[in-house]
């Protein structure tokens, strides 16, 4: 993923100083939604309506991750702003974004309650001469003080095709890629090459994670992109010497789940298309809903 990477004899620079414009931003965001695939994809199409005035289309997708079928969401121009997959064994949808998109659909997610992300991907772009070279030499550093994995890619022989680096294992829940951005865009968009020089010093700075346990996922749907650089301690030491940010240490704390929710967390997945249902038919109403639900329960009512 990313440009193809860059060389191996570079040295340690001085750390860079932070800018104002500093921005950290998902740049891709992939969640399940416990709602259904219709409610999600119209939640998806208003937020597009209030932004461009246009809902938006909808498309047949590529199942996959054991879905069984899936609907791509299409803004006015065309742009694919993410995918909804849904059907088979997993009864709540999964939403799947990247790019441009990800920051906007994790914001109409957010505003709507509960969902679990399995993935959350948060990006830093800066400019400047030496700064590729810069950050690979930390990068590098941080492999050898923290024993982690360290991968260097570039073409020898096409400065311009744009270098990457890759620290940490794709195998575990935080990795990190630094990349020419620049190089990559350029290429991509096909700048002439008198005009390379306007995009050579961009680079990207991408962190990728993908917490495991339920709760960190469910913790993950309420937390700020920029948060996520104190997930490690070597992650920490990038962001204070890369960036000169502070990240605080974060910590997913697990806690056992209590019979009495576990009870709860059964019913919803076992009835939740009849409770939604019952949400349905009584208007949309939460006090309507709850006293029809303690009604069929035989609960008393005590107020």
Same mark, same amino acid.
């Given at each position: 993923?990313?440009?193809?990477?860059?060389?191996?004899?570079?040295?340690?620079?001085?750390?860079?100083?932070?800018?104002?414009? @500093?921005?950290?931003? #998902?740049?891709?965001?992939?969640?399940?939604?416990?709602?259904?695939?219709?409610?999600?994809?119209?939640?998806?199409? *208003?937020?597009?309506?209030?932004?461009?005035?246009?809902?938006?289309?909808?498309?047949?997708?590529?199942?996959?991750?054991?879905?069984?079928?899936?609907?791509?969401?299409?803004?006015?121009?065309?742009?694919?702003?993410?995918? &909804?997959? $849904?059907?088979?064994?997993?009864?709540?949808?999964?939403?799947?974004?990247?790019?441009?998109?990800?920051?906007?659909?994790?914001?109409?997610?957010?505003?709507?309650?509960?969902?679990?992300?399995?993935?959350?991907?948060?990006?830093?772009?800066?400019?400047?001469? =030496?700064?590729?070279?810069?950050?690979?030499?930390?990068?590098?550093? @941080?492999?050898?003080?923290?024993?982690?994995?360290? !991968?260097? &890619?570039?073409?020898?022989?096409?400065?311009?095709?744009?270098?990457?680096? $890759?620290?940490?294992?794709?195998?575990?829940?935080?990795?990190?890629?630094? $990349?020419?951005?620049?190089?990559?865009?350029?290429?991509?968009? =096909?700048?002439?090459?008198?005009?390379?020089?306007?995009?050579?010093?961009?680079? !990207?700075?991408?962190?990728?994670? *993908?917490?495991?346990?339920? @709760?960190? *996922?469910?913790?993950? =749907?309420?937390?700020?992109?920029?948060?996520? #650089?104190?997930?490690?301690?070597?992650?920490?030491?990038?962001?204070?010497?890369?960036?000169?940010?502070?990240?605080?240490?974060?910590?997913?704390?697990?806690?056992?789940?209590?019979?009495?929710?576990?009870?709860?967390?059964?019913? =919803?997945?076992?009835?939740?298309?009849?409770?939604?249902?019952?949400?349905?038919?009584?208007?949309?109403?939460?006090?309507?809903?709850?006293?029809? @639900? !303690?009604?069929?329960?035989?609960?008393?009512?005590?107020?």
């Amino acid at each position: 993923m990313g440009p193809r990477p860059s060389n191996t004899g570079v040295y340690p620079c001085g750390p860079v100083t932070e800018s104002p414009t @500093l921005l950290h931003r #998902w740049d891709w965001y992939r969640a399940s939604v416990p709602a259904s695939p219709q409610l999600v994809l119209l939640a998806i199409q *208003k937020a597009l309506e209030a932004r461009d005035g246009v809902k938006g289309t909808l498309t047949p997708g590529r199942p996959r991750y054991s879905f069984k079928q899936a609907e791509i969401v299409s803004c006015a121009s065309g742009h694919r702003v993410c995918e &909804v997959l $849904y059907g088979g064994q997993n009864p709540n949808p999964c939403v799947d974004a990247s790019g441009e998109s990800a920051q906007f659909i994790a914001g109409i997610l957010r505003e709507n309650g509960t969902h679990y992300v399995s993935r959350g991907d948060v990006a830093v772009d800066r400019a400047a001469p =030496g700064l590729f070279t810069a950050w690979t030499a930390l990068a590098l550093k @941080l492999a050898k003080l923290h024993g982690l994995q360290c !991968r260097v &890619v570039s073409s020898p022989t096409d400065l311009d095709a744009g270098s990457t680096v $890759y620290l940490g294992s794709r195998k575990s829940e935080v990795f990190l890629r630094v $990349y020419e951005r620049g190089k990559k865009v350029a290429r991509d968009e =096909g700048v002439a090459p008198d005009l390379m020089h306007l995009y050579r010093d961009a680079v !990207r700075a991408e962190l990728e994670f *993908k917490p495991q346990k339920r @709760l960190m *996922k469910q913790a993950l =749907g309420s937390t700020a992109p920029e948060a996520l #650089w104190g997930v490690t301690v070597w992650l920490q030491d990038f962001a204070r010497e890369a960036f000169a940010m502070n990240a605080e240490p974060i910590n997913f704390r697990q806690r056992r789940e209590a019979d009495h929710e576990r009870a709860l967390r059964a019913v =919803g997945t076992q009835y939740g298309r009849h409770l939604e249902r019952l949400y349905r038919d009584c208007g949309y109403d939460d006090a309507q809903s709850f006293r029809t @639900l !303690r009604d069929y329960a035989g609960i008393p009512d005590h107020s």
